[in-house]
T-cell receptor, first 115, second 112 residues
Framework: GAVVSQHPSRVICKSGTSVKIECRSL??????MFWYRQFPKQSLMLMAT?????????EQGVEKDKFLINHASLTLSTLTVTSAHPEDSSFYIC???????????FGQGTRLTVV | DQQVKQNSPSLSVQEGRISILNCDYT??????FLWYKKYPAEGPTFLIS?????DKNEDGRFTVFLNKSAKHLSLHIVPSQPGDSAVYFC???????????FGPGTRLSVLP
């Protein structure tokens, strides 16, 4: 199956700094990428959907100025958590789709800890 | 090494019949399991979940069964409807939320 690489897998940062998470589709063109946030014991919460070359569409309640999403190419999308706070600590996971079929391929996820 | 497996990439079922989607896992630390549904051009959406302290959870037409000793869970859809046609992903997580793993998905086609 297709591979989606998410990096880094774990990151610890200081409060007030920004953190960038990358999501790469390694062997297909991802016209659409989805970013999720997951809290322990809860289902994934969709944060935003991004289409290559367009601005991301954010779900209600997600601060677009805090969670910057860039999908500049067909193989790369980035999520930047700006001015991180301890409450931003969570597990973030991306999912990529070619938009042609129904497959969605997930990255390995990123465990963000803000201290 | 795949920690969450869905060995059937596709499944076709007649409308009105039962759909059974299977999922196996290898990591004994997993204790919370979720099913997601994905339509074309949309992101996966949460469907139903089950904690390891239970062996069954039911929500309308959807029931998830968990067999911990076999490290196996299944999603039953009864009765199946054409609108259920989608890709279904099984996911597993551990008690600390440190590990969240998706299976590769099973494409369900419900034929009218």
């Amino acid at each position: 199956g297709a591979v989606v690489s998410q990096h880094p897998s774990r990151v610890i940062c200081k409060s007030g700094t920004s953190v960038k998470i990358e999501c790469r589709s390694l062997d297909f063109q991802a016209t659409t990428m989805f970013w999720y946030r997951q809290f322990p014991k809860q289902s994934l919460m969709l944060m935003a959907t991004s289409n290559e070359g367009s601005k991301a569409t954010y779900e209600q309640g997600v601060e677009k100025d805090k969670f910057l999403i860039n999908h500049a190419s067909l193989t790369l999308s980035t999520l930047t958590v700006t001015s991180a706070h301890p409450e931003d600590s969570s597990f973030y996971i991306c999912s990529a789709s070619s938009g042609i079929n129904t497959e969605a391929f997930f990255g390995q996820g990123t465990r963000l800890t803000v201290v | 090494d795949q920690q969450v497996k869905q060995n059937s990439p596709s499944l076709s079922v007649q409308e009105g019949r039962i759909s059974i989607l299977n999922c196996d896992y290898t990591n004994s630390m997993f204790d919370y399991f979720l099913w997601y549904k994905k339509y074309p051009a949309e992101g996966p959406t949460f469907l139903i979940s089950i904690s390891s302290i239970k062996d069954k959870n039911e929500d309308g037409r959807f029931t998830v069964f968990l067999n911990k000793s076999a490290k196996h869970l299944s999603l039953h859809i009864v009765p199946s409807q054409p609108g259920d046609s989608a890709v279904y992903f099984c996911a597993a997580t551990d008690n600390y939320g440190q590990n969240f793993v998706f299976g590769p998905g099973t494409r369900l086609s419900v034929l009218p």
